[in-house]
């Protein structure tokens, strides 16, 4: 079900609006005088909830420092940031990692699964740890949705590249979270497991109501999202809507093309 959160926006101004999460002049600066690099420049975004959204742009443009300070992993150096109605740039260490564990799930390049686990124990690891029963129900729903039925009893040494991944992507849904990221969470498979991945991702959205984040370079795998947001120099410069490979691929083309002319 949607919620509509009421988080003011820069410059003092409410509105309520359905967000997963939310970045407000969010600035991240790694060291200082001549030395210091801005990786992040007085960003705003909102990421819708119930929505998939790639996130793209250049080695170097910050999409992954983004991705990182709005799931807690990184601090912001300035501004604010909000997952739910919470405001994570306020929280304690502590709160952090609890409001991570609660509300959050990540699906990374590297499938961190434990290899002396089967699959099904893999998928309910952080749901142990934190002491919290899994709901039946929905896990059968996530292990149908992603298509590992026949394989929980299964090590990840017994499994293919591609269920592996499939793993960590029930992993991440198992604990119903708030807002799902993944850095390059692709990037290790070939073109059909990677499709196969993509395309759960697609289901968790549009069956399971899932919200997504996804860091990307490639336009194949951005076409799957609802919107992709095209970052340059740490700032959030374009964004398409119900993207095509064949569109993103043209609109990357031209920010290329910019930067060999400027």
């Known amino acids: 079900m949607t919620t509509a959160v009421s988080i003011p926006k820069s410059g003092g101004s409410g509105e309520r609006t359905a967000v997963a999460a939310r970045a407000r002049q969010v600035t991240k600066a790694y060291g200082s005088g001549e030395t210091r690099v801005v990786a992040l420049d007085a960003v705003d975004v909102d990421i819708e909830r119930g929505r998939f959204t790639a996130?793209?742009?250049?080695?170097?443009?910050?999409?992954?420092?983004?991705?990182?300070?709005?799931?807690?992993?990184?601090?912001?150096?300035?501004?604010?940031?909000?997952?739910?109605?919470?405001e994570i740039t306020q929280l304690k260490d502590k709160k952090l990692t609890q409001l991570r564990r609660d509300k959050i799930g990540f699906i990374f390049q590297a499938y961190n699964l434990l290899p002396t686990l089967n699959a099904a124990e893999n998928i309910t690891l952080p749901m142990d740890i934190a002491g919290r029963k899994a709901d039946p129900q929905w896990l059968q729903r996530v292990v149908e949705t992603v298509g590992l039925a026949g394989r929980l009893k299964h090590r990840p040494g017994q499994l293919s590249g591609g269920q592996q991944q499939r793993v960590a992507v029930a992993r991440?849904?198992?604990?119903?979270?708030?807002?799902?990221?993944?850095?390059?969470?692709?990037?290790?498979?070939?073109?059909?497991?990677?499709?196969?991945?993509?395309?759960?991702?697609?289901?968790?959205?549009?069956?399971?109501?899932?919200?997504?984040?996804?860091?990307?370079?490639?336009?194949?795998?951005?076409?799957?999202?609802?919107?992709?947001?095209?970052?340059?120099?740490?700032?959030?410069?374009?964004?398409?809507?119900?993207?095509?490979?064949?569109?993103?691929?043209?609109?990357?083309?031209?920010?290329?093309?910019?930067?060999?002319?400027?």
């Not at 742009?57 to 909000?82: F, N, Y």
């Not at 194949?220 to 970052?231: G, H, I, K, P, T």
């Open 55 to 86: 996130i793209m742009g250049p080695s170097g443009s910050g999409k992954s420092t983004l991705m990182h300070c709005l799931a807690g992993l990184d601090t912001v150096s300035d501004g604010r940031i909000w997952v739910g109605e919470t």
């Open 172 to 262: 991440a849904l198992a604990a119903r979270p708030e807002i799902i990221f993944g850095d390059e969470p692709t990037g290790n498979l070939d073109s059909r497991a990677g499709a196969e991945i993509l395309g759960f991702l697609r289901r968790s959205v549009d069956e399971l109501g899932q919200t997504i984040v996804m860091v990307t370079h490639d336009p194949v795998a951005a076409s799957y999202a609802d919107r992709v947001l095209y970052l340059a120099d740490g700032r959030i410069v374009d964004e398409m809507r119900d993207p095509t490979a064949d569109s993103v691929l043209e609109r990357m083309k031209d920010f290329d093309a910019r930067g060999r002319t400027s």
